[in-house]
């Protein structure tokens, strides 16, 4: 079973300072002329997050209202926040998906050098000594000490 994540931080409203921006970048005039951008100051930390992923007002509203509660949870419980967490959960999953594509490969390659050193009557090639096979069957000179 999946672990569950901690609650998110509930911030009151006469911490936050709420201002309405224009919007600057990529969108054209559109995101020129409006104030659809929203910035947010927790009162307390003076910390600040701005949003301006949308062009409209109340879902910026909402997602710098999250950012802000990701970063007051960030600075006080440090590796037991929220975004933590989740990083932890992305970091083991990563991982695990390595480790199986490196388990995998290593037994394609297993199979692949068993196979490349037969002829096509099954019998073992010969190799000269002092020489590597090349992938168009050639010989060439190694450096590889024997």
Same mark, same amino acid.
């Given at each position: 079973?999946?672990?569950?994540?901690?609650?998110?931080?509930?911030?009151?409203?006469?911490? &936050?300072?709420?201002?309405? *921006?224009?919007?600057?970048?990529?969108?054209? !005039? $559109?995101?020129?002329?409006?104030?659809? #951008? /929203?910035?947010?100051?927790?009162?307390?930390?003076?910390?600040?997050?701005?949003?301006?992923?949308?062009?409209?007002?109340?879902?910026?509203?909402? &997602?710098?209202?999250?950012? *802000?509660?990701?970063?007051?949870?960030?600075? !006080? $419980?440090?590796?037991?926040?929220?975004? #933590? /967490?989740?990083?932890?959960?992305?970091?083991?999953?990563?991982?695990?998906?390595?480790?199986?594509?490196?388990?995998?490969?290593?037994?394609?390659?297993?199979?692949?050098?068993?196979?490349?050193?037969?002829?096509?009557?099954?019998?073992?090639?010969?190799?000269?000594?002092?020489?590597?096979?090349?992938?168009?069957?050639?010989?060439?000179?190694?450096?590889?000490?024997?």
């Amino acid at each position: 079973m999946a672990t569950q994540l901690p609650p998110r931080l509930v911030i009151s409203e006469d911490d &936050i300072e709420e201002s309405f *921006l224009k919007g600057s970048g990529p969108g054209g !005039q $559109k995101i020129n002329k409006t104030s659809s #951008a /929203v910035q947010l100051k927790h009162i307390p930390t003076g910390m600040v997050v701005k949003s301006q992923a949308t062009r409209s007002r109340s879902q910026n509203r909402s &997602i710098a209202r999250r950012l *802000l509660s990701d970063k007051l949870e960030d600075l !006080q $419980k440090g590796p037991e926040s929220r975004t #933590a /967490v989740k990083a932890e959960i992305k970091r083991k999953k990563k991982a695990s998906k390595a480790k199986k594509a490196r388990r995998k490969h290593r037994a394609n390659g297993e199979k692949d050098n068993d196979e490349g050193d037969q002829d096509d009557d099954g019998s073992e090639a010969e190799r000269p000594q002092g020489k590597e096979m090349t992938s168009d069957g050639d010989a060439r000179q190694s450096d590889r000490k024997l």
